[in-house]
């Protein structure tokens, strides 16, 4: 709950700085303004999956755990994409992240490659986030698939440990 408040106050104070910004005619922040801003959406966003999942991972002799406490009771199917929706998004920060330090990089060093993105920047930057992302993003969601998704195996060592600790 707590990082569900201090995540939502932090995306709206960033927000709305990012709002002041976006009226005043500067043109020291320029298109970072947009970054902050969909930075401070995808913050709101994973808060507001992590305290409808609200995550959990159970350590045993045998690995980890991972559930939702929220839905625990809920469907095979709801549960892991519920799961996989908070994985999405919390790797997305990550992505982000890497953009805000290219971005600055850019801006300061203005680099030979940069030459690439000036014909049509929009169109090229959200090109480069987009593979970025789906590299990344997507690399970790395959990982996800393969070691998240319920088998008849993982059900049978797996429900005896998630009874005694529920309960």
């Known amino acids: 709950m707590t990082s569900f408040i201090t995540g939502n106050i932090s995306g709206v104070f960033i927000g709305y700085n990012d709002r002041l910004v976006s009226e005043q005619p ?15 959406a995808v913050d709101v966003l994973i808060s507001l999956v992590h305290l409808t999942l609200v995550p959990a991972i159970h350590m045993t002799s045998f690995g980890y755990i991972y559930f939702g406490y929220h839905f625990i009771h809920a469907s095979t199917a709801v549960g892991v994409w519920a799961s996989l929706i908070w994985v999405l998004l919390f790797y997305q920060t990550f992505v982000l992240l890497a953009f805000h330090y290219v971005y600055r990089y850019v801006m ?28 990344f993003v997507g690399g970790i969601l395959l990982a996800c698939f393969a070691g998240l998704l319920p088998t008849e195996i993982s059900r049978n060592a797996f429900a005896p440990v998630l009874m005694v600790e529920i309960q």
Not at 114 to 130: E, H, K, Y
């Open 26 to 40: 500067s043109t020291d922040v320029g298109y970072y303004r947009f970054l902050l801003l969909i930075f401070a």
């Open 108 to 135: 300061l060093c203005r680099p030979a490659w940069i030459s690439v993105f000036s014909r049509r920047p929009w169109r090229n930057w959200l090109a480069a986030m987009a593979a970025a992302d789906v590299v």
